[in-house]
């Protein structure tokens, strides 16, 4: 008696063969230490890339919603600080507008935008090439201060 496979039968059958065959590890994949770094993964280079010195900045404007400049005095120095300072956080954030927007005028004519969606402790900053969520008090609270 002659059998005759079909051509599902023959995928099922290979199918059964090929997972048979495949290794099983049961050892996890060891995840990176996140122990000193509360905003997650580090986007490798980033840190480094944001960097800015008090020498590059031409001038430092603060915002309202409504896009008019706030007469206020910033401290150049301690806005660097807490901006070179800040981790690149890689959670999600909510996309809506509160408080000051801080534009930061460089030198070389770029600008860093930072702005607050509400969070006491970050802050989103975008420039012509980058865009981070930042966690860094420091700037999250001269953004929300009244």
Known sequence: ????????????????????????????????????????????????????????????ELYDIEDKLIEKEVNIEAVVDAFNASMIDDTFYIQMITGYKMVITLVDGNTINLTSYGAEDRVVASGKDFSYHLISPELGKILLDK
């Not at 490798?44 to 960097?51: F, I, L, S, T, Y």
């Open 1 to 60: 008696m002659k059998r005759k496979f079909t051509n599902t039968c023959v995928l099922l059958l290979s199918s059964l063969l090929l997972f048979g065959c495949a290794s099983a590890s049961t050892e996890p994949i060891q995840q990176p230490s996140q122990d000193a770094n509360p905003a997650g993964i580090v986007l490798e280079g980033a840190d480094q890339e944001k960097n800015i010195t008090v020498d590059e900045v031409a001038s430092i």
